[in-house]
């Protein structure tokens, strides 16, 4: 009855109520543990209950919790073997025009060198590039961290892909270079005419895009190596992210209005010091307030296990913008559009 208790204590650094009882005339001992919400160690490995069944954790799940014990996120560990001097010249100058403009950090600071703007975005560790510095300013961040990078194909109905980009560079680039290449590549527009100056429809706004895209991209679980998938068809598209909730959150806390909790706080504080974002939890909100404001519908966010969906609707959304009714059923796609110009630029070869 005293050595239980110790030693539960002692090799699993939990707390337990150990009794003596009497049931059917046999003396019993009863075990009493209180539910812990972090993981348990055991002999050197990490065990946590899902329900009704007990899981070891392990790779980036053990990663990420034995970070958190020491108050540490995954963007903020230091990456020996590199310098910033390996660091991209155009993406400090992309950081640095794009800061000014925001006025979130002073002319100071950005004058200074690579390594004291660094300092300054909290992207050193001692003599060390963390992480966020890697992704936010290496050329090649895959050469550290395989799957930094997105994955953008059109598709066909079912799942033939027919031309796919890969968008690679540093964090900045990416993110520019995704919204870009799905206007330019990927959509369709619909042209009107306001007399005699054209106009030019997308079936997603272009904030709500771009939104979705930093969300991704500043969200994501770097640990995981898969890169972000964004699918697009002509009907429809989808953004994947493997990303994760906050810990005790859910995904109907994350469609509420909440605070701020970046998965990689660095990363994050970077693109609100270059103006990029806001760092109020308003991403999603966002999103909707800019479909809602063209006339377009909402589009669906979901979470599950491997990570966020993003999806928009094209075809209703264009046609209730342009004519202001639902989608006529049972017509093709270009019947939908007749009397419209629907335009999209000519198929390029895949990166």
């Keep these: 009855m005293e050595d239980l208790p110790n030693k539960i204590r002692d090799v699993l650094g939990i707390m337990a109520n150990v009794r003596l009882v009497r049931d059917g005339g046999k003396d019993l001992v009863e075990i009493r543990v209180e539910p812990y919400p972090n993981p348990i160690s055991y002999r050197g490995e990490y065990h946590v209950r899902s329900g009704s069944t007990k899981q070891e954790l392990k790779g980036a799940a053990l990663d990420r919790f034995l970070l958190g014990r020491y108050g540490r996120t995954w963007d903020s560990v230091p990456v020996p073997g590199v ?24 002319a100071a600071d950005l004058k200074g060198s690579r390594e004291s703007l660094l300092e300054k975005l909290r992207l050193l560790e001692g003599k060390y590039l963390t992480r966020a510095a890697v992704l936010l300013f290496h050329t090649d961040p895959q050469r550290f961290f395989s799957g930094s990078y997105v994955k953008v194909g059109f598709f066909r109905d079912g799942s033939d892909v027919v031309y796919h980009d890969l968008i690679e560079g540093d964090l900045f680039t990416q993110a520019a270079e995704t919204v870009k290449m799905i206007r330019a590549k990927y959509m369709k527009a619909a042209i009107t005419y306001q007399g005699i100056h054209r106009v030019e429809t997308y079936p997603v706004p272009y904030e709500a895009l771009r939104e979705a895209v930093l969300n991704a991209i500043i969200h994501k ?131």
């Design 83 to 106: 310098s910033a001097r390996q660091l991209s010249a155009s993406a400090f100058g992309t950081f640095r025009k794009l800061a000014r403009l925001s006025e979130r950090m002073t």
């Design 221 to 351: 679980d770097y640990a995981t190596h898969t890169p972000i998938q964004i699918k697009v068809y002509e009907e429809k598209m989808s953004i994947w992210n493997p990303g994760h909730l906050p810990e005790n959150w859910t995904p109907e806390k994350v469609m509420r209005q909440h605070a701020s909790k970046p998965f990689n706080p660095e990363i994050a504080n970077a693109f609100f010091r270059s103006g990029e974002i806001e760092m109020w939890g308003r991403g999603i909100e966002r999103i909707f307030e800019e479909c809602r404001a063209a006339g377009f519908p909402d589009p669906v966010i979901e979470y599950d296990a491997g990570g966020w969906w993003a999806r928009f609707s094209f075809l209703k959304a264009v046609l209730e913008r342009l004519s202001g009714e639902p989608a006529p059923s049972g017509k093709t796609f270009r019947e939908n559009l007749q009397g419209k110009d629907w335009a999209r630029p000519p198929r390029r070869s895949s990166n």
